[in-house]
């Protein structure tokens, strides 16, 4: 299995302009940990929103490569977004889901993924282009291609350890987290 902060770090590696849309909790730890960025959109509170975000934004801006880094959770209470999204077909958007088969923002209860439950099946199921699973480092570097050039939507299913890391809790005022990413975004 992954440790989630070094393969997150690995994936924001020479990320250039790529839009980021972060899950709540440990993954948007594990994106600020990465290295804050003016085109990294945090979200709090948004429990199961962060796919259907990140399609809009792929829609919006079809133009630019739209990158959403969630934890199973998150993933799992908006999975009626694989369906939506997979009707829609924005070739731009990529999503990584950090499955750690545990619901780590409120006491590590074992979540559907750990029941079996298959994001990558599902993700074929809706006519994702593609979809597959990563649970070592040497992945890596395959996986950060995608996100810079695969053809979307494509999901990726990776397995991290289920550990609790250091949080790095970036900018957590919405407004401004909105304001900044806007401007950053209209810069380029």
């Known amino acids: 299995m992954l440790e989630r902060r070094e393969f997150v770090r690995e994936l924001l590696r020479d990320r250039g302009d790529l839009l ?10 594990d994106v600020a940990a990465a290295g804050d960025h003016p085109l990294n959109f945090y979200l ?8 259907m975000i990140g399609l809009g934004l792929a829609l919006a801006r079809p133009d630019r490569r739209v990158v959403v880094i969630t934890g199973d959770g998150d993933f799992l209470m908006g999975f009626g977004s694989l369906a939506t999204i997979g009707v829609k ?18 006491g590590m209860q074992a979540s559907a993924t750990h029941a079996g439950i298959d994001l990558v099946r599902a993700a074929v199921a809706c006519r994702f282009k593609q979809a ?27 397995r991290i350890k289920p550990e609790d890391t250091p949080r790095v809790l970036p900018l957590r005022d919405g407004h401004a987290i909105k304001q900044r990413f806007i401007a950053a975004l209209n810069a380029v």
């Open 132 to 158: 597959r699973a990563v649970s070592r480092m040497d992945e890596a570097a395959t996986v950060r291609m995608l996100l810079h050039s695969g053809e979307g939507p494509l999901l990726v299913s990776a």
């Open 44 to 51: 709090w509170g948004a429990m199961g929103g962060t796919a």
């Open 20 to 29: 980021v849309v972060s899950g709540l909790g440990s993954a948007t730890y």
């Open 89 to 106: 077909q924005p070739e731009n958007l990529a999503i990584v889901v950090l499955d750690n088969a545990h619901y780590g923002e409120t």
